[in-house]
């Protein structure tokens, strides 16, 4: 079974069309990924360590192939 990943700043689909996982994950492109920790300071230092990107993006692409490049 397939389980689809979003974007949690836009919630669209993070792969793309062939398959590909952009390498802004768990963010679909940098936007999204300046969007979330804008959001975050905004936040007021909220504590989010149970969503920490590195971890999630792990779970969810495990399957996928390794050379994602973490920037
Ligand atoms: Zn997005």
């Not at 700043?9 to 398959?19: F, M, N, V």
């Not at 590909?20 to 936040?43: E, H, N, V």
Request: proline share 8%; net charge negative.
């Amino acid at each position: 079974m397939v389980r689809t990943a979003t974007c949690p700043i836009c919630h669209q689909p993070l792969a793309k069309a062939d398959g590909s996982i952009p390498d802004t994950m768990p963010f679909c492109c940098k936007r999204c990924q300046q969007a979330d920790l804008y959001r975050w300071f905004a936040g007021k230092y909220a504590i989010v360590e149970d969503l920490a990107p590195d971890r999630l993006a792990q779970e969810m692409f495990q399957s996928e192939d390794q050379d994602v490049n973490p920037e």
